[in-house]
């Protein structure tokens, strides 16, 4: 029986690639929007034979509908991939506490939601996969991004704990930090600022959200059994 993977956020992006790799090496895929309908049903040509759940994982009611349909449909959900999440940039005293609750809403409030109940099926059947995408800047912090760096602080904490609350249940919980990746999240970005990035990068580049997907597949994969409660920088070297 074919594994089934939940991917939240999955209509641009690293979330649509991760996806579409997940689909190419035969997972269930339910793929999750908000906002894109036109690029999520365009994925889902792509991608026939997979479920199309419109939500907003800041919504405990949206939440619940995505779970219970995509149990309903695929029979359970072995993977859980925790990547919607919205950026946020500015200096401290600009960020308006509407924006600071908006983005904890929606990278922090929906981990916590999505987990909270694709757990359930996961503890039914003693095992699960669930993988949360946070961010370098998550363990590094970034300025201009004081918000945005400690909603995915929380969820580099929140990866840890639940792992340790989840072991005896064969239910891992891994992170994935990437670095700066290509998509539309980073297109404000002048051409001067990606350059001195990729200059203290070591590996002189940005990433492709296909290079993230790939760390997800291995996460999810049973080459990943023994592993639990880790950060697995995808970043070209640029927090080490
Ligand atoms: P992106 O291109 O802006 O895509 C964001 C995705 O999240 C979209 O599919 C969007 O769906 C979805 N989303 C946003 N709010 C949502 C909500 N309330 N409910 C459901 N889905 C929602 O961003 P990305 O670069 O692929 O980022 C994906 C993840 O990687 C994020 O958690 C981000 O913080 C993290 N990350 C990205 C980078 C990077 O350099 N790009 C680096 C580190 C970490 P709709 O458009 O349908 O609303």
Not at 140 to 164: D, H, M, P, R
Not at 220 to 232: H, M, P, R, V
Request: hydrophobic share 40%; glycine share 10%.
């Amino acid at each position: 029986m074919s594994k089934t993977v939940l991917v939240t956020g999955s209509s641009r992006g690293i979330g649509a690639a991760i996806a579409e790799l997940f689909y190419e090496n035969g997972y269930n895929v339910a793929i999750n929007y908000n906002k894109s309908e036109k690029e999520a049903k365009a994925l889902l040509e792509k991608l026939p034979g997979s479920l199309l759940l419109k939500g907003d994982v800041s919504s405990e009611e949206d939440v619940k509908n995505m779970i219970e349909q995509t149990v309903a449909h695929f029979g359970k959900i072995d993977v859980l991939i925790n990547n919607a999440g919205i950026s946020q940039t500015g200096l401290l005293q600009d960020i308006s506490l509407e924006e600071w609750e908006k983005l904890f809403s929606i990278n922090v409030t929906g981990t916590f939601l999505t987990s909270k109940y694709a757990v359930k099926n996961m503890l039914a059947n003693h095992n699960g996969k669930i993988i949360n995408i946070s961010s370098i800047w998550g363990i590094s912090g970034a300025s201009c991004e004081s918000c945005y760096s400690a909603s995915k602080g929380a969820v580099i904490a929140f990866t840890k704990a639940l792992a340790k609350e989840l072991g005896a249940s064969n239910i891992t919980v891994n992170c994935i930090a990437p670095g700066f990746i290509d998509t539309d999240m980073n297109k404000n970005i002048s051409k001067e600022d990606t350059k001195a990035f990729c200059e203290e990068t070591p590996l002189g580049r940005i990433g492709t959200p296909d290079e993230v997907a790939k760390a997800a597949l291995f996460l999810a994969s049973e080459n990943a059994d023994f592993i639990t409660g880790q950060i697995l920088g995808v970043d070209g070297g640029a927090i080490i």
